[in-house]
């Protein structure tokens, strides 16, 4: 029953877009004018992701991560979270926010299970937020994710890394999460911008990252034991404060031991961020197919899944539609 791909990789981890809108227009991953969102109709009923994660589940999926767009912004969110979250063979869940909505909706999504939230924050400095996000919000965001801590909820950073931008907000962060109990996790910039340029020249390294932290706060060892499938090479300070991860999908790529299946807002099963091709599930799920069909479609998309995205190769195609749209 389980899902395993042509080249071994077990697959128990599905991420789940329920939106492709987002609040914020953060530079490299969309434009201010965005030329058109799916419309109501086009998006799956919580009914209908329900329908896939119970169907995922009995297939040996586990874990499940909520994603957008902003996923804050759709309606009533925290009543698909109490759903999946009692869902049998749903052992964890989380959420990725940029947390410009938090502050009101920590309790309900609290009350409805959720404990696990990954907010997205390049910088602490309000400028360079409102430079990067071309919106003014950062105080909303420091806000919802006070809001959070104080209710328990675990929390990591995701700071995107641009290089010539970004040096400047490395050490800040380590130090806030330092002092929050916050893991920040650094994310080499994908050098595909928001209107599909590939520019290499703009990826802030992991090790330069390192090196900086280093010699700015102290020495830092890598973290022993970490499961090989998890995204994130995790690294704790010397000191014993404190911990940092890095997602390294340019200079370090962890393809290899990739368990994660994504469903976009719009119904479409992807067996990598960088796909080129998906499976329409919507048309099943709306076209009255049974659970084994579903099943199908699932278990096709993960045949299907390539040995990696060859991110750093002259192969490399970018994918035919937006990050915002596939979900992150």
């Keep these: 029953m389980a899902l395993i791909d042509t080249f071994g990789r077990l697959h128990d981890n599905l991420r789940i877009s329920v939106t492709d809108r987002c609040n914020i227009r953060c530079f ?153 109990g916050i893991e920040i996790r650094y994310i080499e910039f994908m050098p595909l911008d928001a209107q599909g340029i590939w520019d290499k020249g703009k990826v802030l390294l992991q090790d330069d990252m390192l090196a900086i932290l280093a010699r700015e706060i102290g020495p830092l060892t890598e973290v022993p034991g970490r499961d090989p499938r998890a995204p994130a090479t995790e690294y704790r300070f010397d000191d014993g404060i404190g911990r940092v991860g890095f997602i390294s999908s340019v200079s370090k790529p962890f393809c290899l031991n990739c368990n994660r299946l994504r469903l976009t807002s719009d119904g479409k099963l992807r067996y990598c961020l960088f796909a080129i091709d998906e499976t329409d599930v919507k048309g099943l799920l709306r076209g009255g197919a049974a659970d084994s069909e579903i099943e199908d479609a699932i278990r096709s998309t993960i045949r299907a899944k390539w040995l990696g995205h060859e991110i750093n190769s002259q192969r490399f195609v970018a994918p035919p539609r937006p990050m915002y749209s596939i979900g992150g």
């Design 28 to 180: 490299y991953c969309m434009p201010e004018d965005v030329p058109s969102f799916l419309s109501r109709q086009e998006i799956l009923s919580f009914e209908e992701i329900e329908r896939v994660a119970r169907v995922a589940a009995g297939l040996g999926v586990r874990k499940l991560r909520l994603t957008g767009g902003e996923p804050l912004i759709r309606k009533d969110l925290p009543v698909l979270v109490e759903k999946l979250n009692r869902m049998p063979g749903i052992e964890d869940m989380g959420l990725t926010t940029n947390a410009v909505l938090l502050e009101g909706l920590a309790k309900p999504l609290w009350d409805a299970g959720l404990r696990r939230l990954n907010v997205h924050l390049d910088t602490l400095d309000a400028a360079r937020f409102a430079q990067i996000t071309r919106r003014d919000d950062f105080g909303r965001v420091m806000a919802g994710i006070e809001a959070a801590l104080a209710l328990g909820f675990r929390i990591k950073i995701n700071a995107v890394a641009v290089k010539n931008l970004c040096e400047p907000d490395v050490v800040p962060l380590a130090r806030y999460g330092r002092e929050r």
